[in-house]
């Protein structure tokens, strides 16, 4: 019996094949949007997990000191979450301090060993320490994350249909809206309609004042001439966040306030309603001592696999068969040596990251993982200092935070 | 499970295939598309000997794709992409085979040549014919197997896949593999006893002769 090759196929009509490569290809795009998007429900089971341990500890740890907590936080499972009433709340959860307004309403979850502040309503304000690198802490408030290292910041969302203000009193967040990111540092403010405006805020310490009054806003943020500790009442949103050229004094004479990539930095004098000038606020960009092309090009690279062939393409289609062929080191190697050729050698760039890409997948404990993201980070901002720059430079910085060439990153993660 | 073939052409796929993945997962249409059109004619053979018709193959085709690219996260590259891409294909076979009471019935085929069979001097044409009633009666005893047998045979013997590859497919052992092929080989040899046209059909003197499907493409 044999019927190997004796049963033809026969083919389907190209009106059918398009069918189904249209159904295909739309159910494919929305299962990959999808996948995202699954993601978070997937998660928020470990949220809730984890959730359950933090209130359980944090029950524990209390009844331990044998003192309540100090505000009234409702922390319920599945998740810690908290909802104040007609009072401030102040929760310490390790990693950050978190202090709300009265009527304000969030969760916090540690997703992956980050820490995730969701807001349903009302302004929080917090003070993260230093994560190292440990995974981000973000605040997501609707649609808007604001993701943070380390850092001080409020973010307000109102009644939770609003607007979502950010405002950075010390180091510089993150902020993700709609896939489109800005960076928010000290004295920099953000909102949904906005965008990027300066704040009267410099990058002097600041103090959280609070207001005792019931009803009342109780977080404010005072600016470098303000005495600390005595509260201001911001009760409306200033005049500098709802007109940001009029809230930098000469803004018709020096448009670059209004920071937007690739301008420099708020750099502006602002002057708060008390008149008191501000410091200004100078970015990495602005110290003429820093050349950040010249330290990236300074940084050693993880050299291609040497296969002692004179042309490029040949070397490729060898890395290939490496890559193909074997596994583990050998083919970690193979796969990065691809896009090494390709960027050296070669001048493909765009080849050359797309390789990137596909080995920090592939390879995520490779021993070239680190020499990759470095990679990434020397072709994307040797090219351009932008947010794709900044956002290589932050992985590579928390991925590799004791490397040599940490510094470097980290300085690329403050450019504007 | 093997990495891919050896020979550069099939390593730069391979490579090519990572990158593709990669492209797809981001949901970009173009890789979609194009990796859809690059597997779909080989999943398409392989599942039209499976079922023996195009009858349900829009939705079933369809349905494996969709499957592949709501999985494609899971892909790892240990497998080749293809073999990947059939191992999901056969498993929405399997389950298509499942759901199905009725006996598979295969793609109605033209009767152009009616009657050749009968012919007293059987020329080309009564060839082609019995070779069609021959594969219409083979897929009727296909019919009466159960999915696994039926997917282990139409594999092996009709797609000429090893029955390590088979195995690989089906998620078996090679050893239950080889049973269900031999067992529903039997049946079919047993069906062959009682039916002339199946028993001529399956003759090896009958090989080579394949039913031709005019202005379309070879398998």
């Known amino acids: 019996m044999k019927l190997a090759g004796r049963i033809p196929v026969e083919p389907l009509d190209e009106e059918r094949l398009t069918n189904i490569e249209r159904r295909v290809v739309t159910g494919a795009v929305d299962a990959a949007v999808r996948g995202h998007e699954l993601r978070g429900p997937q998660r928020q089971l470990g949220r809730a997990v984890a959730a359950i341990a933090i209130a359980a500890a944090g029950v524990v740890g209390w009844a331990l000191h044998g003192a309540p907590p100090a505000e009234p936080v409702a922390a319920e499972p599945p998740a810690l979450r908290a909802q104040t009433s007609a009072q401030r709340s102040v929760i310490d959860i390790g990693d950050a301090t978190i202090e709300s307004t009265p009527d304000t309403a969030f969760a916090v979850t540690r997703p992956d060993g980050g820490v995730l502040v969701a807001m349903a309503r009302g302004k929080v304000e917090l003070e993260v320490g230093k994560r190292g690198a440990r995974p981000p802490l973000i605040v997501r408030a609707g649609d808007t994350d604001v993701v943070v290292v380390g850092t001080r910041f409020s973010v307000d969302y109102g009644d939770g249909s609003g607007e979502v203000d950010v405002r950075v009193t010390e180091g510089a967040v993150r902020v993700v809206h709609q896939q489109r990111e800005t960076r928010v540092a000290a004295g920099q403010a953000w909102r949904t309609r906005a965008g990027l405006v300066a704040t009267a805020g410099g990058d002097a310490p600041t103090a959280t004042a609070t207001a005792t009054v019931p009803g009342a806003p109780a977080v404010a943020l005072a600016g470098a001439g303000e005495p600390r500790g005595v509260p201001t009442a911001p009760a409306a949103v200033p005049a500098v966040l709802r007109d940001h050229k009029a809230a930098v004094p000469g803004a018709a004479d020096a448009p670059a306030a209004i920071a937007s990539p690739p301008s420099r930095v708020v750099a502006a004098p602002a002057r708060p309603a008390g008149g008191q000038p501000v410091r200004q606020r100078a970015a990495v960009r602005d110290d003429p001592h820093v050349d950040l092309r010249g330290a990236i090009r300074a940084q050693p690279v993880e050299p291609a696999l040497d296969l002692h062939e004179p042309s490029a393409a040949g070397a490729i289609t060898r890395y290939y068969d490496i890559a193909a062929h074997q596994s583990g080191d050998e083919a970690s190697q193979a796969f990065y040596s691809i896009a090494a050729v390709r960027h050296f050698k070669l001048g493909r760039n765009a080849e050359a990251l797309q390789t990137l890409d596909a080995y920090v997948r592939r390879f995520p404990g490779g021993k070239e993982y680190r020499a990759a993201l470095w990679l990434r980070v020397r072709i994307l901002c040797l090219d351009k200092l932008d947010d794709r720059c900044r956002a290589a430079a932050y992985t590579y910085l928390h991925q590799a935070p004791d490397s040599p060439a940490a510094h470097v990153a980290e300085l690329l993660t403050q450019t504007e | ?219």
């Open chain 2, 1 to 219: 499970m093997g990495r891919a073939p050896s020979g550069d052409v099939t390593a730069v796929l391979y490579v090519e295939d990572v990158l593709l993945v990669d492209r797809c997962l981001t949901g970009e249409p173009a890789a979609t598309r194009e990796l859809f059109r690059r597997h779909r004619g080989r999943v398409h053979a392989c599942l039209f000997r499976v079922l023996g018709g195009n009858r349900d193959m829009d939705d079933l085709l369809q349905e494996a794709f969709l499957q592949v690219f709501q999985s494609l996260r899971s892909w790892r590259a240990e497998a080749s992409l293809a073999t990947w891409i059939d191992r999901v294909a056969v498993r929405c076979a399997y389950r298509h085979l499942s759901q199905r009471a009725r006996r598979i019935a295969t793609d109605p085929l033209d009767d152009d040549t009616a009657g050749a069979l009968a012919s007293p001097e059987p020329g080309p044409g009564a060839r082609r014919q019995l070779a069609r009633d021959g594969v219409v009666r083979l897929y009727a005893v296909l019919g009466e197997l159960s999915p696994a047998a039926r997917l282990a045979f139409t594999l092996h013997e009709l797609d000429g896949r090893s029955l390590a590859e088979a195995a690989e497919l089906l998620g078996s052992t090679v050893t239950a593999t080889k049973l269900r092929v031999w067992r529903a080989r039997k049946r079919i040899e047993a069906a062959a006893a009682a039916d002339p046209v199946l028993r001529e059909f399956l003759e090896p003197s009958a090989g080579g002769t394949v039913i031709p499907f005019a202005d379309r493409e070879a398998p």
